[in-house]
């Protein structure tokens, strides 16, 4: 049977949904062990057991984070012959993928990246140019890697769980050698809603907005919704530059996508146009935002959107 | 000091974006310089003017690697002010993925490093048309060099690099020695355009076109043929066609609500 390596990368106090759908996906594809990085507690270790891993692959080394991406590649090399598997998935995160990348290189190993779904034989389904095809690749290699987006599948545990197993990976002596180092890091303060990559709905706001995320927090808080932004919000200064959606910012796929006070440039568009449903509110009936939205309403987001607010706090009682 | 951009020519976003043939490849009719490339030329021309110039030696190489129109790309970039362009463009490479272009424009940058190797290899943050960041990744792995992605500053202090990379939960300071391979996000700065005279002294400029043979590589690694993975089908997806558009009569948020309801979303 095919051996699949989940990489997890700092996995804290608990693992993240996201984890636990790469876990569900290795099990459908062959048997699986994991890579972990970063402090491994207990909790984790037997979460890991329940959802099918029957070796855990540790770094001998606890510096990882220092520098960028190449290291964890270099471990994740090390893991990779050490488990002989032949499938590796990884998180679909801007440095997931450029681990992937260098992954790939070292292995002599195709990478795909964008994925939403594996096929038993190893075949990933991914959608390319924002979201106008659909397409499904191959590695033509013995080893593939893959990243994987998430909301992908439905995280299951296994039956019967095992407590897996732990090794050591040595790392190569020269796996810190040419890196980039980091130097300082700012943890920036953590705001309590989803995560907007892993978000079942998004509420984004633009320009429109005027400054004022006010009435779009509410409707994420009663949603329980990630709060998103176009470009202008967030040069504006308004929201950080985390919360932007599209072609340079992040692209997300929810059930659901509210987008208030944003024109629906192509470039936010590409970030987008793959959630399940669009509403839009926007004040101008010409907006190209309109040609997308499954509901649209021509209105002023400050009076629709308190107002929907309103009416979803009264029907959840 | 020596900085090699690289710039690609991708199909224009503002169009429909079609894949085409057998190997389901993008179609580069209508194509320009990918906007994300702007960010990494703008850098490189920076860093360059902040130590004298052309006048002191510095130069800016952008080098591209693609079809005969490819050498647009160059071309705009010489406009907005590189110093010389390069265009790699060999049939076989046609259908490339990542690796395949990772390895070409390796032995690229290695050729044009033959005589003076180059201090920095600048590029955008993703092509913005396969949108995948993996090309400088596994650049500066086939090149055994550090890599600084997704730079949002960048500064250079003689032979060492800093530069701030902001992710979801941090940002961090990020330091490389140089030569090192960098992207560069659109928050880095705000890219000049192409004046007159930077068109007029273009047509001046050099571009030299190198072959596979140029730099080395076999045909067989690359193009389809040395490619890692292989797309095996594609299909448009509808296009999403409007829903119901309502006009706010004072009740659209209860409507929205509604809508929201029937859908199950709540
Ligand atoms: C290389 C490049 C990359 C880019 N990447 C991205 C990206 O990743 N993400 C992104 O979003 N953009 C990106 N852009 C920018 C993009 O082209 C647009 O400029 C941007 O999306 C516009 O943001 P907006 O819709 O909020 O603002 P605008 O286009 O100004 O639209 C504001 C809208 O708000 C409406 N409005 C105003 N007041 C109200 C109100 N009270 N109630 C309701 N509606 C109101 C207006 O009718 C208007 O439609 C990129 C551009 C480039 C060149």
Redesign the pocket.
Known sequence: MAKVLVFIDNPGQALKKSSLELLTIARSLGESVVAVNGELHDDVARTLGEYGARTLYLPSADDLDDYLVGPKASYLAAAVHASAATVVLAENSAEGKEIAARLGIKLGAGVITDVVAVDPDGTAHKSVLAGSYTTTAKATTPVSVLTVKPNSVTPEPAAPAAAPDSVTVGLPADATAAAARVTARNEKPASGRPELTEARIVVA??????GNFGPLEDLADALGAAIG?????TDAGWIGHDA??????KTVSPQLYIS?????????K??MQTAKVIVA????AE?P?FEIADFGVV????Q?LPQATAEIKKRQG | MKIIVLVKHVPDAQFDRHLTGAGNTTDRSESILS??DEYALEAALQLIEARGGEAAGNKVIALSMGPAGAVNAVKKSLQIGATEGVHLSDEALAGSDAAATSLALAAAIRHLGADAPADLILTGMAS?DGETSLVPAQLAERLGLPQVTFAASLELDGGQLTARRDGDTHSDTVEAPLPAVVSVT?QINDPRYPNFKGIMAAKKKTITTLSLADIGVDASQVGSAGSWTAVETAEVRPPRTAGTIITDEGDAGIQLVEFLAAQKLL
């Open positions: 706001g633009g320009r429109g907005v005027d932004a176009s470009r202008a919000a932007q959606i599209g072609q340079t910012g208030a006070g944003i024109s629906g440039a192509i470039q936010q590409a970030g509110v926007n004040k101008d907006s935002v209105g002023d987001l400050f629709v | 906007e994300l913005t659109d």
